[in-house]
């Protein structure tokens, strides 16, 4: 039987859109698959999963216990702050827009000029925060997508968002990472050990991590 049979899981996965207008909105190109393959990899062992996803056209399996659909950085945060409480481990995979437009048009804008400029601010560091208010008990996972000084940006995620253990996604990988449906991870703990894994199906590099975690955090 798992250690994780019973625990409580948060998984956020997806994109967030961030609207401009009633139409158009500021998205990314994630998938929400390797989250989503987390969650059901979790779910397989028993974990008791709340997974909150932005807005994916992928089909969630029906193993997993708990889905919440969210559409901004602030409807997941929002989510994901409520469901955290509970849980002792969060996953978190989801590829979080990092700004968003500081005001949403009413009505769809119209197009007048040859060029347009619209203002963004700062979404909230839903992984930052939750880290900071980490109880003794609860474990949590990060991701980091790097196109550069990859491992050292890592681990500085790790210490700034209060992490046990970060997923190091290389955009540097053919075939892995957005769109794709295999991955190349390195796994990067806070006692610093670094374990590099093959390119793999997200399906596999999903077992990979929960057994990581599994074995580490819940055995
Ligand atoms: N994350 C989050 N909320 C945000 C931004 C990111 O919860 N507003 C989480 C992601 O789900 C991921 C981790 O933080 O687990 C790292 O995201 P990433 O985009 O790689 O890092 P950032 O902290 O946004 O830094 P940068 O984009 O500068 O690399």
Redesign the pocket.
Known sequence: MSALKGVQCLV?AGP?YEAIDPVRYIGNRSSGKMGIAIAEELSHRGAQVTLILGPSSISVPESIGKIIRVES?DE??QA?VKVWSGCQLGV???????YKPKEVANQKIKKLGDTISIELV?????????GKSKGADQIL??????TQNELE?AKQ?IA??NLDM??LNSLNDKGAGFQYDTNRITLIDSENKITKFELKTKREVAIDIVNSIESKYFS
């Open positions: 956020t967030t950085s997941m945060y994901a978190f995979a989801a590829a979080v827009a990092d700062k979404t909230s560091d839903i992984l930052q925060f939750i996972v990060g991701f980091a997508l790097e940006n995620k700034k968002k970060i997923v």
